[in-house]
């Protein structure tokens, strides 16, 4: 099938030599551009730098290669930083490599059974939520390194962080706040002279120059973690059991999640840069083969990276060539020339996660979400504050959870049951030629209309609505025309309804049964229970069918008309 095939293999028909160059060009510049952040989020992650770089160059090639994206890039991002340091620091490294396989193979999985284009139905406060969250969390940890603070070990919760930092502000290092603000400015002004050359290296190419010629007093990379190794590693096993499993399976499902979303998310941005269109389901499963690959090498979670991508789009790749070239590039870097890794300042490194959580934080986005219905702010505050306070695991869970119910209520709010009698003059109706006003209702009948989804809180409403009726109608037609979907309590609803009123001598008809409500019906056995001859397409033949079981004569109907009901079975 074509959306489980992946994108190169589409790409390379008609590639041209043209296209080569932009691609390779494209993947170079990229590939330059992932080496610092590689190294940062492998050191802000709580792993030894070249973990970070090992992650670019595998699952970056893997993603390109396999991915359903044209452009996507893929490798290390921010999104991790907190939960994979969060994993290294409870279970270790070993945990961490077994957490990541088992999310690889979730995500592959989720990709088989087509779950791509479910994850955008993930409510938009609850990933601003957590990225916001992440992005505080990434900042309040470079702290000590921007500032150069004596702190032998930072505390993991973050108010006890922040405690720790105004507690030892006194021992500021300048050296270090001076390289560090340096980095900064470098970063924040350099797109003014250029795009094409990220600021980020210029920062670290200045500061690192600085540092060697005076000689000054701020740590380094090889100072804080020793020699950067400058080949791969020898593929490792790992012994996993059931035990490991329960253990890991909270942490492994949220990296999972968060590969999901980070990647289409991305590929998304993506499409609507090059004007093309991503095989989601084919993404996931080259996001799952690269977190399964990835750790066997010691790498950590990889997933589709938002700035990368737009960085090949900008500089002309427009095929996964261009991410493969991309990852080819760090592993020349890496052999070639990883020993001068060493001498980057962590000043600069904690500069630069700075601007990535600034710009992951979407503070413009957070602040527009505050002028949202109270419930959609409730979800963002929610997951926010969880995030920060508690961890993510729990924020992704509360804020799903959360926004589910809300969704759940905010359905049963706009569906609503209602009597309508022969006496009901709704206005509303007026133009309608079905409204029920212009219906002759016999003595005897009673109809009741529900409007909107009928789910288990519009469910609720409808028994509360037929248990304030004292005595129990002849007939009772339920008038379903404006029921687009109905769930499994909708439908157990209407077979427990459809039993009282065996009891009550109550003959039950449906009209205007929707295509969806009808198909869930027959495969539940209530178009068996109800009888094909009660259930209507039009509130007309549903009176002649009462008036039938009353034994008055048929008002009759137009010849041409066609029960939509009777249509809809012909289907099924």
């Known amino acids: 099938m074509s959306i489980l095939k992946p994108k190169l293999f589409t790409t390379l028909k008609g590639y041209t030599k043209k296209q080569f160059i932009a691609d390779a060009t494209a993947g170079v510049i990229v590939g330059i551009v992932a080496l610092p952040l590689a190294i940062a989020f492998g050191i802000a992650s709580g792993v030894t730098p070249e973990k970070g770089i090992i992650t670019a ?27 994979v340091y969060g994993i290294v620091q409870e279970y270790g490294t070993t945990g961490l490599a077994i957490a990541t396989i088992m999310a690889g193979i979730i995500l592959v999985i989720m990709g088989l059974v087509k779950f791509g284009s479910l994850i955008k139905f993930i409510p938009y406060p609850v990933v601003v939520g957590f990225t916001s969250g992440i992005a505080l969390l990434i900042f309040s940890t470079q702290i000590k390194d921007f500032f150069g603070l004596h702190i032998q070990k930072v505390p993991s919760e973050f108010h006890e962080k922040w405690i720790s930092y105004f507690e030892n502000f006194y021992s500021i290092n300048y050296y270090v706040f001076g390289i560090a603000m340096l980095a900064m400015m470098i970063m924040i002004l350099w797109p003014k002279v250029t795009h094409r050359i990220p600021g980020s290296l210029i920062a670290i190419i200045v500061t690192t120059v600085l540092v060697m010629v005076f000689k000054l007093p701020v740590d380094t990379i090889g100072s804080r973690f020793g020699e950067i190794s400058s080949a791969i590693p020898s593929p490792s096993s790992f012994e996993i059991n059931i035990g490991v499993i329960k253990n890991l399976i909270g942490p492994a499902t949220v990296i999972a999640i968060l590969a999901a979303i980070e990647s289409l998310l991305s590929a998304v941005v993506a499409d609507g840069m090059i004007g093309g269109k991503h095989r989601s389901n084919m993404e996931l499963i080259a996001q799952g083969l690269a977190n399964i690959v990835t750790p066997i090498f010691g790498g950590i979670p990889a997933t589709g990276a938002i700035a990368r991508t737009a960085t090949n789009i900008k500089n002309g790749g427009r095929t996964p060539i261009a991410g493969i070239i991309h990852a080819l590039t760090l592993l020349l870097i890496m052999l070639f020339f990883g020993e001068y890794a060493n001498l980057i300042p962590m000043a600069t490194l904690a500069a630069i996660l700075i601007i990535v959580a600034y710009h992951m934080s979407e503070w413009k986005t957070f602040k527009s979400l505050m002028k949202s219905p109270k419930s959609d702010i409730a979800v963002l505050l929610t997951t926010f504050f969880l995030t920060v306070i508690f961890d993510l ?77 004292e005595e129990p109608p002849k007939v009772r037609i339920i008038r379903m025309r404006n029921v687009p979907a109905v769930d499994a309590t909708g439908l157990q609803t209407l077979k427990d309804f459809y039993h009282d009123g065996k009891k009550l001598n109550t003959h039950l008809i449906l009209s205007g049964v929707h295509t969806q409500p009808l198909f869930a019906m027959t495969q539940a056995g209530l178009l068996d229970l109800y009888g094909e001859d009660n259930i209507f397409g039009n509130i007309d033949d549903a009176l002649d069918r009462a008036r039938e079981i009353l034994g008055l004569p048929k008002l009759g109907r137009p010849a041409e008309f066609v029960p939509t009901v009777k249509r809809d079975l012909d289907k099924l």
Do not use: H, Y
């Not at 699952?59 to 991915?67: D, L, V």
């Not at 006496?423 to 219906?439: F, R, T």
């Open 393 to 469: 695991t729990i924020a992704i869970e509360i804020g799903m959870i959360l926004a589910v119910l809300l969704f759940m209520k905010r359905m049963a709010e706009v569906s609503n049951v209602s009597v309508i009698t022969r006496e009901l003059e709704d206005s509303d109706e007026v133009s309608d030629p079905n409204a029920i006003n212009k219906k002759k209702i016999p003595e005897g009948v009673e109809v009741f209309e529900i409007n909107g989804p009928f789910f288990f809180g519009a469910a609720k409403k409808f028994k509360d609505q037929i248990m304030a009726i």
């Open 57 to 83: 160059i595998i699952a970056g090639f893997i993603i390109s290669a396999f991915g359903g994206s044209r452009v996507q890039i893929g490798g290390p991002t921010g999104a991790f930083i907190i939960i």
